[in-house]
């Protein structure tokens, strides 16, 4: 996994803690709760704000006039499984199927899987790492265990020196993975190179929409949402991760 698929196989290695990671499961971790700081507390903090409309109220604390929940996709493998064009069967009573990765979430943080709810993942096909690089840089405030704030998976097929194909997806800004489409297509068709790296993280900071309601505040992390790309993608082309004019600010 490490050797064709290191996307998925960083971003497994930095889910939670050990102990979680040797109990928990891959398709549980891709199916895992949005979470948002007004939801995941204890009972009588929720009750003292007059819940919310995640469970047990009627509106929403980080956008009151929103007709829906805003809670944030909080799994680390998803954008990275995402990136590498993975599949997952889905088998219920009624027989199964298979969808792309990209087709499991929904933008709601309530709904946020548009699977049914009497359908269980018991596959996760990926395609031949075949020519891909990939890679998964998470920010989280402590380095020992937390849910990322930003998930940044990277993925790119060369041809020689020339990128053919590539896929960036961004993991907790919104309520689903959310796919940096337009940074991605920047990159085809070109070389790693500083500018075109340059460009592609402008652009992936675009679709980054993150709200006030996880660690961190909500402009630094659609700022970081760049330097993440940044670094993703010099990783990719074998660089320093760290642009030297960007040295001190994380
Ligand atoms: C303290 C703490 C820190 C954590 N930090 C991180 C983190 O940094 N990054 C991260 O990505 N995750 C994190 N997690 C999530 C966790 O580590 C697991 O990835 C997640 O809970 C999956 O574990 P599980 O297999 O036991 O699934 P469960 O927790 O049992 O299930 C998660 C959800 O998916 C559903 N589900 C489970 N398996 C399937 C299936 N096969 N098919 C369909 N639905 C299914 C369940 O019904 C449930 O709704 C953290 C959890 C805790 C408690
Ligand atoms: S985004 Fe709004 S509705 Fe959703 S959990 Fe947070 S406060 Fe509740």
């Keep these: 996994m490490l050797e064709h698929y290191p996307a998925v196989a960083t ?22 709760d ?41 799994s680390d493998t998803a954008p990275a499984l995402w990136s590498l064009g993975a599949r997952v ?13 990209a087709s499991l979430f929904r933008d709601d943080g309530i709904e946020y899987l548009a699977k049914r709810g009497d359908e269980i993942l ?8 075949d020519g891909w690089r990939s890679t998964y840089l998470k920010l989280r405030r402590r380095g020992s265990f937390d849910f990322p704030v930003l998930g940044v998976a990277a993925a790119v097929r060369m041809d020689g020196d020339v990128v053919r194909e590539a896929r960036i997806v961004l993991g907790a800004v919104a309520s689903l993975p959310r796919e940096a489409a337009r940074a991605a297509e920047a990159l085809v068709g070109e070389r ?6 340059a460009r592609a993280a ?3 900071a675009s679709p980054s929409k993150p709200l006030d309601n996880t660690d961190f505040t909500h402009p630094y992390r659609k700022k970081m949402t760049r330097v993440y790309v940044a670094r993703a993608l010099r990783r990719l082309a074998g660089e320093p991760e760290i642009e030297r004019s960007l040295e001190g600010i994380h």
């Design 11 to 32: 971003a497994a290695g930095l889910v939670s803690s050990p102990q979680l990671r040797r109990m928990g499961t891959i398709g549980g971790n891709v199916c895992v």
């Design 34 to 74: 949005t979470r948002c700081n007004y939801y995941n507390q204890s009972y009588s903090w929720r009750k003292a704000i007059g819940f919310c409309m995640k469970k047990d109220g009627d509106v929403c604390l980080v956008a009151p006039g929103s007709p829906r929940c805003w809670a944030v996709s909080s």
């Design 89 to 101: 069967r889905l088998v219920s009573p009624d027989g199964e199927r298979v969808i792309p990765v």
């Design 122 to 129: 018991t596959e996760i096909l990926l395609p031949p790492a």
């Design 192 to 197: 790693l190179q500083a500018d075109v790296i």
């Design 202 to 204: 402008d652009l992936a």
